[in-house]
C-alpha cells in the first residue's frame, strides 16, 4: 500500500476569483471541510466568539451555504416553495436579501418526520450558480441578479430515480441531496437510474454531455469528487450499491468495488492519492480501499473495513496521518487513516454531530442542541478551547428533526444554520 499522506485531491471548481477563505461549494474549495485560512482564534471566551448577526429567513431544510466575496448563497424552503437565496454580507453592515429565485414547491414526504425542503448546498461557478432542490431540480441561475439561465427536472428530464433498495415505487424520504459538481464547463449531477448514475451537462445550457451507463444504479444522498489516478482524471461516487469512479470525458466505468449498504448513504468519500475512504453510519462501517492499475485496467485492493468511525450524516475529516469525526455508541474519535486502529473516543464530553477544520482546530457542531466546541485535532486525545451554544433553536423543523447542517469557516466567520435561523460569529477577532 502507497503512504501518500499529503492530499492529492483536486476539485476544479470554475468560480470567480477566490481568495483563500472562500467557501464556493459543499464542504468547501476541495470537498473535504478543511479551510485554508490561519490566524484564527485559539481559545473562546466564555459563551464563545462574538455574535456578528442573525438572519431569520433562510427557510426550511438543511441545505448548508456557500460564500465567495461578500455574497452568501444557501437554499431553503419558505412556505410552498424552495428558493435558491443570496445574501450580502459586508462587514458593519446588516445582512440583506440580495435576491431569491424560486426552485420549485417544497419537497415534503408524509412519511419523513425528520426533514422537509431541500439539502443540498448550492455550487458557485465563475458567473453562474448551480443549486438542487428536494423534487430534483438542477436550476442555473446568475450569481449577480439569480436570474434563471436553465433548469432540468432529474426525474423527468433525465430519468433519474431515487427508488429504495429493492426498486419500489416509493422516493427516498430525504429526496435529492446530493451538491453539483463544477468541473469547467462540466456540471457533474447523480440522478440515478437506468441511463447511467452520473450525469455530465453543459455548465452553459444544461445538455447532457454524457451519462455512466455502466453503473446504473438508484442515486444516493452523497456527492461526487474529482481526483487523479495512475494518469487518469476520474469522478467517484458513493451509492448504496456500489464505490466506484467513471472516466471524466465519457463517464465510462474505470473501476468499482461492490458494498451493499442500507438506504442512508450520506458521507463523501475521502481521496488520497490512490486510497479511498468512505464511511457510513445506521449499521454499516469505514472501508479503505486502494486503487491500483497493474495493467491496462484498474483494480480495487480492500485494506480494512470496520465499525470503528461508522459516521451517519456528519462526515468526518482527515488531517494529517487521521481522521476525526463523530461515530454514534463511540462519540468523537480519532482514527488511523492508513490502518483504521482507534486512536481516541470521547463518548461524555461533547454530543455528537458535523465538523469542520480551519487553523489546527476542529469546530464541531452537535446535532441535538446546537453547541459548538472548538477541539484540537491531535492524536494526543480531546482538547477543547471553548464551547457555546447557538443563541436560539428552529421550532420550524420536523418532529424527529435536529440541528443537522454542517458548519462553515469563510473570511474570519464561523456560519451556523438552523433550518430557518443562520448565525455568523466572528472566529478571528
Known amino acids: 500500500m502507497k503512504t501518500h499522506l499529503a492530499t492529492s485531491l483536486i476539485i476544479f471548481v470554475s468560480t470567480a476569483t477566490l481568495h483563500a477563505d472562500d467557501w464556493p461549494q459543499y464542504r468547501g474549495p476541495n470537498r473535504d471541510d478543511v479551510s485554508r485560512e490561519t490566524g484564527l482564534l485559539k481559545s473562546w471566551p466564555k459563551g464563545g466568539p462574538r455574535l456578528l448577526w442573525t438572519y431569520k429567513d433562510a427557510g426550511i431544510g438543511y441545505s448548508s451555504v456557500a460564500v465567495v466575496g461578500h455574497r452568501l448563497y444557501t437554499i431553503g424552503a419558505r412556505g410552498d416553495s424552495e428558493y435558491l437565496i443570496a445574501l450580502d454580507i459586508e462587514p458593519g453592515k446588516e445582512v440583506k436579501q440580495a435576491w431569491a429565485t424560486r426552485v420549485r414547491p417544497t419537497f415534503a414526504w408524509k412519511g419523513n418526520r425528520w426533514s422537509a425542503g431541500p439539502s443540498s448546498t448550492p455550487t458557485v461557478s465563475v458567473d453562474l450558480i448551480i443549486a438542487l432542490g428536494g423534487n430534483g431540480d438542477l436550476l442555473c441561475v446568475e450569481t449577480a441578479t439569480g436570474k434563471e439561465r436553465w433548469r432540468k427536472n432529474l426525474p423527468k428530464d433525465l430519468d433519474g430515480q431515487v427508488n429504495p433498495i429493492g426498486g419500489g415505487p416509493k422516493n427516498l424520504g430525504w429526496g435529492y441531496t446530493f451538491s453539483p459538481l463544477v468541473d469547467g464547463e462540466k456540471v457533474i449531477c447523480i440522478p440515478g437510474g437506468p441511463k447511467g448514475a452520473l450525469a455530465a451537462l453543459e455548465r452553459q445550457t444544461g445538455n447532457v454531455i454524457w451519462r455512466s451507463k455502466d453503473i446504473p444504479d438508484q442515486a444516493a444522498y ?67 480501499i486502494e486503487v491500483i492499475k497493474p495493467g491496462a485496467n484498474f483494480d480495487v485492493k480492500p485494506v480494512y473495513s470496520n465499525k470503528i468511525l461508522a459516521n451517519h450524516h456528519g462526515n468526518v475529516i482527515r488531517v494529517g496521518e487521521h481522521v476525526y469525526g463523530a461515530s454514534p455508541g463511540r462519540g468523537w474519535v480519532c482514527q ?34 446546537g453547541t459548538v466546541a472548538m477541539i484540537e485535532a491531535s492524536p494526543m486525545g480531546f482538547r ?46
Request: aromatic share 10%.
Open 222 to 288: 452523497t456527492s461526487a469528487m474529482k481526483t487523479h489516478i495512475a494518469g487518469t482524471s476520474q469522478y467517484i461516487a458513493l451509492t448504496n450499491q456500489h464505490l466506484f469512479a467513471v472516466d471524466i470525458n465519457d463517464g465510462k466505468l474505470l473501476w468499482k468495488h461492490k458494498r451493499k449498504y442500507g438506504t442512508e448513504v450520506v458521507n463523501t468519500p475521502i481521496v488520497d492519492s490512490t486510497l479511498v475512504y468512505t464511511t457510513v453510519g445506521a449499521g454499516g462501517s469505514c472501508d479503505l
Open 336 to 369: 488511523k487513516f492508513l490502518t483504521g486502529d482507534l486512536i481516541w473516543e470521547e463518548k461524555f464530553k461533547l454530543g455528537v454531530g458535523s465538523v469542520v477544520f480551519a487553523d489546527g482546530r476542529l469546530y464541531c457542531y452537535t446535532e441535538q442542541d
Open 384 to 429: 477543547e478551547s471553548g464551547r457555546f451554544k447557538i443563541p436560539q433553536q428552529s421550532k420550524l423543523r420536523q418532529p424527529l428533526g435536529q440541528v443537522w447542517t454542517p458548519p462553515v469557516i469563510s473570511g474570519g466567520r464561523l456560519f451556523l444554520r438552523d433550518q430557518e435561523l443562520l448565525f455568523c460569529y466572528d472566529v478571528k477577532n
